[in-house]
């Protein structure tokens, strides 16, 4: 944000929009959207609020969209930490891998995630579809591990995909959320093998402990 001067963030509009978003998420995720201001947004980007104003219509698609492209970098993070294992990995690795990343991200940036999980939870407003469109792609990563599981008999065969995507994403945000709002250190190492093991167990077609090389190549 500091290497822009004044001049490109008033001339460039997709760079400025970029600016805009990421300042106004760190702004939400500290403060939350009640105490969040627009000024102390614009301020922190060096621009007016007339000027924020041509990007969005008011402080809800503001929020929305900062929080989508927050997502994004979260959605970019879990591949990487998914694709770190190989290609070769099985399923059940993959598996491992995605409830790592989901945990990792987390301990990483709670604000972010404790901001989606509140918003996520909301009534439907007209931006709702910004996070639905992200949450999507995100639910796609895991569906694809299952199915794949599912059909190389790694995981039970008759798994219902869906729910099955809900209770993992949505159990870990329900046993990690309130650790966040508690602001208690989320230690990866210490949660994700307790996670890990329900769902492998409930998961794996032949269910068994997960051992020190499971868990071990997550770490890795």
């Given at each position: 944000?500091?290497?822009?001067?004044?001049?490109?963030?008033?001339?460039?509009?997709?760079?400025?929009?970029?600016?805009?978003?990421?300042?106004?998420?760190?702004?939400?995720?500290?403060?939350?959207?009640?105490?969040?201001?627009?000024?102390?947004?614009?301020?922190?980007?060096?621009?007016?609020?007339?000027?924020?104003?041509?990007?969005?219509?008011?402080?809800?698609?503001?929020?929305?969209?900062?929080?989508?492209?927050?997502?994004?970098?979260?959605?970019?993070?879990?591949?990487?930490?998914?694709?770190?294992?190989?290609?070769?990995?099985?399923?059940?690795?993959?598996?491992?891998?995605?409830?790592?990343?989901?945990?990792l991200?987390?301990?990483?940036?709670?604000?972010?995630?404790?901001?989606?999980?509140?918003?996520?939870?909301?009534?439907?407003?007209?931006?709702?579809?910004?996070?639905?469109?992200?949450?999507?792609?995100?639910?796609?990563?895991?569906?694809?591990?299952?199915?794949?599981?599912?059909?190389?008999?790694?995981?039970?065969?008759?798994?219902?995909?869906?729910?099955?995507?809900?209770?993992?994403?949505?159990?870990?945000?329900?046993?990690?959320?309130?650790?966040?709002?508690?602001?208690?250190?989320?230690?990866?190492?210490?949660?994700?093998?307790?996670?890990?093991?329900?769902?492998?167990?409930?998961?794996l077609?032949?269910?068994?402990?997960?051992?020190p090389?499971?868990?071990?190549?997550a770490?890795g």
């Amino acid at each position: 944000m500091g290497d822009m001067s004044g001049a490109s963030i008033h001339d460039d509009y997709e760079a400025r929009e970029i600016l805009i978003f990421r300042s106004a998420l760190a702004e939400f995720c500290s403060k939350g959207y009640e105490r969040a201001s627009i000024s102390s947004i614009a301020a922190s980007v060096g621009v007016s609020e007339a000027l924020l104003y041509k990007h969005v219509k008011g402080k809800q698609e503001l929020l929305y969209r900062s929080i989508a492209l927050g997502y994004e970098d979260e959605l970019a993070q879990a591949l990487a930490e998914i694709a770190s294992w190989g290609e070769g990995g099985s399923h059940t690795r993959k598996l491992l891998a995605f409830i790592r990343a989901h945990i990792l991200g987390w301990s990483r940036n709670p604000g972010f995630h404790l901001l989606y999980f509140h918003e996520s939870r909301k009534p439907k407003s007209e931006y709702t579809h910004l996070l639905s469109e992200k949450s999507r792609q995100y639910f796609a990563v895991l569906e694809t591990i299952l199915q794949g599981g599912a059909r190389s008999g790694d995981f039970v065969a008759s798994l219902d995909f869906h729910i099955a995507c809900d209770l993992i994403i949505g159990g870990i945000d329900q046993a990690l959320w309130w650790r966040a709002e508690k602001k208690a250190p989320i230690v990866l190492d210490a949660i994700f093998p307790k996670i890990a093991e329900v769902f492998t167990r409930a998961l794996l077609r032949e269910p068994r402990p997960l051992g020190p090389d499971d868990l071990g190549a997550a770490g890795g």
